[in-house]
């Protein structure tokens, strides 16, 4: 094996290797025509022989089963005297002392000169060198060049090879001996016509046999043909099966993938689902609870205290969300209320009166001195009117649900016993039924979520 900066390596252990002095000898090339040619004419030689020669060649080469590298000795030596061994078969290894006398046996040649400046370059020289390397390959089975230690190694198992062919020679040469005396002590009886005839019918015998095993060997020919062609037709169909297969078996992955991503959509939609069904959006949007003794809504205080007076603003927006809640739950409820309508306008929500004089009851109160002797008593009717319409959406949730029953009852302006009205009254008290109200208008909202939820399970 050559690289292509002129190197060589052993085709066996890959190893580099420097070549003998001898491979730059310009005498070498003529040998290596000699050789070659010699190669050639065995060729030559190897394509004369008869069919009947060819196929004992062939037979005795696909009898080896031996290690591919060693040479091809066995066999040839059980060939008949006088047969021509091919050149290819048989393992040649050039020494330096081999090749040596006929590279200065043609140096002499005076005629030869031109040549041999020629083949003196480095191109031709590799080229010779690889030719010759070709021919060593071919010849030994065995691909050149090698290393020391590979050549070693090749040296021992031929040398193993050549001790096992001659106890096998040895064991062969034997048991023809005994062949040929059991024969001779065979032949010695005197055979007599009866014995000539029946051996001559069993040859006869065996002749007809011999043809009815050819006829059935031609038989047998047509039927593997045929089964061939039946083979390969199975071949291509199984082909066609298989791609077919991978085919399905692709789109099988690619829908099982999809379905899997569906089920997997499905799964996140249907517990996004369940927890927007357990979610109470109007809990979330009206938040209601407490701050001490303050009754809240979505974090607005309602009521004052001497010692903690709570801004107005803070207490009509408190206003203006539970007003904005207490129309929410009657549109849910598809409930409508008598005589008033609510109009929720955040810290300036008002209830408008729809029957008689049609008054407008502002439910936002003002702590300036005006608001307090005059505005503020709008504000205690506004309150009033408020506890009126909590009292009949109440009405209406304990008429639909025997169970429900508001917290604290109320009757015209009081709850729980206690008046929802700021004049005239103390502020502790009026921030208790502040409160009261706002647990009345929870419980109202807890029913409409109860009653939603009955209804979409239904």
Known sequence: MMSSDGHYFCCHCSQPIKLDDSFSNTGFDETLELVVDSNVDADKTQESLGNEEARHIESQKSSLSEDDTVPRQRHLRRRPPGFNVPVQDSFVMLSKSQVSPLLFAHTSDANAKADELQRGSISHRLKTTAKLFELMSKVADVDHPLCQGCADDLTLKLEKRLSDVRKEKETYETYLLTLKENQEAEFAAILTEDDLQHLRDEEAAAIEEYRQLEREKQALNDDLERIRLELQNLDTEKESYWKSLNDHQTSAREALLDHDSLKASLECATRQLD???KTNVYNDTFRIWHDGPFGTINGFRM???PNQPIDWNEINAA????????????VKLGFTFKRYRL??????????????????YELYGSGDLKGMLFWNRRFDNALVV???CLQQIGDYAEQQDKNFRLPYRINKDKIGETSIRLQFNQEEAWTKALKCMLIDLKWVLAFCCARSTSQGVQ
């Open 275 to 277: 927890k927007l069904k």
């Open 303 to 305: 009521g004052r205290l």
């Open 319 to 330: 206003m203006g969300q539970a007003l904005l809640l207490l129309d929410t739950i009657a």
């Open 343 to 360: 109009v929720p306008l955040g810290n300036f929500s008002r209830i408008e009166k729809l029957e008689g004089d049609k008054s407008i």
């Open 386 to 388: 408020f506890l009126n």
